[in-house]
């Protein structure tokens, strides 16, 4: 894999939109009350952006791949997207998750008829950093470094722009960094100059981390955002670098606060993942023309409980 | 006060709607799990769709006559919904609320610069009952009976019917009857034929009550939806009995359950009032071309906590 992304122009981002239009929603830009805007990427299907890559993915790979069935490996989201785009399409599919996901997103992933393999965090990465999809029956779509994911997730770019044509700055959570690539490269085809920041929690700043070591750092997640706990990868690493103009790293303690407020002020759910643009966007970046990606809501309702008592 | 709401043709409504956009927002329609559809008043200003009405009131009253403050008594989201417009068109705001309001409700309407009144219930009710608020100085808004804001109401329509031409059903949770109103007035001169449903919970199943008596019921609220908790009003029966064209009661325990599964499911905070209307949806009434109005989400985090753990 190589980690240039070529032919992401203005007639792509379109062209793939267009793909996606019946398949996903156009998802909601609301005022947030401290000024700038919220892009509710968690009222998509699944609750979160992801549907966006897997619809790409899998309409890019072509029906006689995809009849061999749908393999993913994910911190939940991407699971869920790809139960629900194998459903959609009546091909199998499997998930490689963490044992430690939340309940919400294993029910889902199994409620959407998929199989979820649950596996130590240790023993994922082993499987992950191994390759051992190349010994599956199934076609692997690779949650965030697909290109062909990348590219679907531009598709929120052209929704972005017809509701704010001026935005200026978009702020976006950083998992393995998918979304960002593709929101990067969509702003570059259809508006350069959009400022596009990157923000992690405190609990894990992998990719801050990354950039201040040149490599990979020494990291455990101990944050409440798991949809952002992917590991490092290398050509993540160089496509991150050369597409994110800044980095943001938001307290733990504000991502929990900002979930609460979220559901308290704004009236929509958010995970913790889906919470830490906004949390960035409070924090002094909210002018008129900023845009926060709120990526998904997919929390156990004992966690938003939690966290709307503390 | 005659019963008989004249002038609100095609025309009124758009005119309405025009006035009314620079100041709210149209909101989403969003399909629901369920089937059907979300029209999620929850992300207007304050929190429910009574900016609508305020606003148009505000409006119609005129300069110098806002210019004296406003008044208005509420359970909460009217009161909310007065303050902002009052703050908005910088006047003064009193309002008359049960002091069983929730907290978000009371704070909310303090944090805009209002001031709060708090009576208890049978003390709020003799206050309306004998038109106190004749002898103040404010300009009295009525919540839920006034003309202006039952048309204010109406302009939710226009933005349903862009989204779904082919609707054919509404389903409206009602407590004073002022929104269910509007929205009849409004399918009435856009789109006849459109069922317009009214919900209220079990709790409190003011109006159903009253047409089985033919006059007021004998009731107290007991119900988490504390918008509904207006009291029987005659000239509001009649309306009712003209512009509604089925009622329906939902459990207590139902409405709870569905506050928490628009948390975790859809991924948007209801109200108990706001939770109504998908109760009713989920219950039967999910064909495609139903629209259940999700009318508020000021709900204290503590109580949604409570709904989310039970």
């Known amino acids: 894999m190589t980690a240039a992304i070529h032919g992401v122009d203005a007639a792509r981002v379109h062209e793939v939109a267009g793909l996606l239009a019946p398949h996903i929603r156009q998802t909601p830009l609301i005022p947030a009350p401290s000024g700038g805007f919220l892009k509710l990427e968690s009222l998509q299907p699944t609750g979160s952006f992801k549907v966006r890559g897997f619809f790409a993915a899998a309409h890019l790979i072509g029906r006689d791949q995809v009849a061999r069935g749908l393999l993913t490996v994910s911190a939940g989201n991407a699971a869920l997207a790809c139960a629900y785009v ?38 994922l990465l082993e499987w992950v950093a191994t390759r051992a999809w190349e010994r599956d029956p199934e076609v692997f779509i690779h949650p965030f470094a697909s290109e062909a994911v990348i590219t679907g997730h531009s598709s929120i770019v052209p929704e972005i722009l017809a509701d704010l044509p001026d935005v200026e700055r978009v702020i976006v959570p950083v998992g393995g960094g998918g979304l960002i690539c593709g929101i990067a490269l969509g702003f570059a085809a259809l508006k350069p100059g959009v400022r596009v920041v990157g923000v992690q929690s405190e609990g894990y700043p992998l990719w801050q981390r990354a950039f201040a070591v040149n490599g990979p750092p020494s990291l455990t997640p101990d944050t409440i955002a798991d949809g952002t706990s992917a590991p490092f990868d290398p050509v993540m690493f160089e496509r991150l670098g050369s597409l994110v103009h800044e980095w943001v790293a938001v307290p733990e303690a504000t991502v929990r606060r900002t979930v609460a407020s979220l559901a308290t002020d704004v009236k929509v759910v958010a995970e913790g993942a889906g919470a830490l643009a906004y949390a960035a966007m409070v924090d002094g970046r909210s002018s008129p023309g900023t845009v926060a990606i709120l990526s998904g809501g997919n929390l156990d309702g004992s966690r938003l409980a939690e966290l709307l008592t503390e």
Chains 1, 2 share one sequence.
Do not use: I, W, Y
């Open 86 to 123: 194998a459903r959609e399409l009546q091909v199998p599919c499997r998930v490689v998750m963490f044992d430690t996901a939340p309940a919400l997103k294993v029910n889902g992933v199994r409620a959407l008829g998929a199989d979820a393999v649950l596996m130590s965090r240790d023993h």
